[in-house]
Antibody, heavy 120, light 110 residues
């Protein structure tokens, strides 16, 4: 059973950089899956941030592309998210997730999510 | 404003049937991309409910079904139960190489 666990600061200052890591257990990050980040502002809907393959190939949400970097560390079986120049609008629960290898774009495993608040 | 449009809320009494629509365009659902549905119970991560328009992962009751036609898709829930009260999200893909989520629909079981 694949498990994903997000970690990182719960509070980030405006104009700073949000950094989160997702540790993958029960499976290899070098499998034929893409690995995603999705966020959810309090009381609002889901927003796809981007995804990465173990080769380092990435796809990003066009609306966030200029501020986002997703990277992978195969030695630690984890992947990471960096979002720079954050504002209060970036306050959200951030989920890391695994994209199904069988069904394109379908997310079959999710982390529990971590709340990141942008505030001074 | 989400590119995939869902009704903000739907409701139904126990035992009834409800449907949730997801309307897209010719660059996403209408372009032939699959639609997936997720159920999000309060305070938890989303869970894959329907994949590939009309397929249920193992463990999902057959009370849940999906369909797709043209630029829209629908999720149907029959025999409504109190435990079905949750937020539901559709998801598809766009020709701009972006994953899209609908705005979400809150289901209330009366």
């Amino acid at each position: 059973q694949v498990q994903l666990q997000e970690s990182g600061p719960g509070l980030v200052k405006p104009s700073g950089t949000l950094s989160l890591t997702c540790a993958v257990s029960g499976g290899s990050i070098s499998s034929n899956n893409w690995w995603s980040w999705v966020r959810q502002p309090p009381g609002k809907g889901l927003e796809w941030i981007g995804e990465i393959y173990h080769s380092g190939s990435t796809n990003y949400n066009p609306s966030l592309k200029s501020r986002v970097t997703i990277s992978v560390d195969k030695s630690k079986n984890q992947f990471s998210l960096k979002l720079n120049s954050v504002t209060a609008a970036d306050t959200a629960v951030y989920y890391c997730a695994r994209v199904s290898v069988v069904v394109p774009a379908a997310i079959d495993y999710w982390g529990q999510g971590t709340l990141v608040t942008v505030s001074s | 404003q989400s590119v995939l449009t869902q009704p903000p809320s739907v409701s139904g009494a126990p035992g009834q049937r409800v449907t949730i629509s997801c309307t897209g365009s010719s660059s996403n659902i209408g372009a032939g991309y699959d639609v997936h549905w997720y159920q999000q119970l309060p305070g938890t991560a989303p869970k894959l409910l329907i994949y590939g328009n009309n397929n249920r992962p193992s463990g999902v009751p057959d009370r849940f079904s999906g369909s797709k036609s043209g630029t829209s898709a629908s999720l149907a829930i029959t025999g409504l139960q109190a435990e079905d009260e949750a937020d539901y999200y559709c998801q598809s893909y766009d020709s701009s190489l972006s994953v899209l989520f609908g705005g979400g629909t809150k289901l209330t079981v009366l």
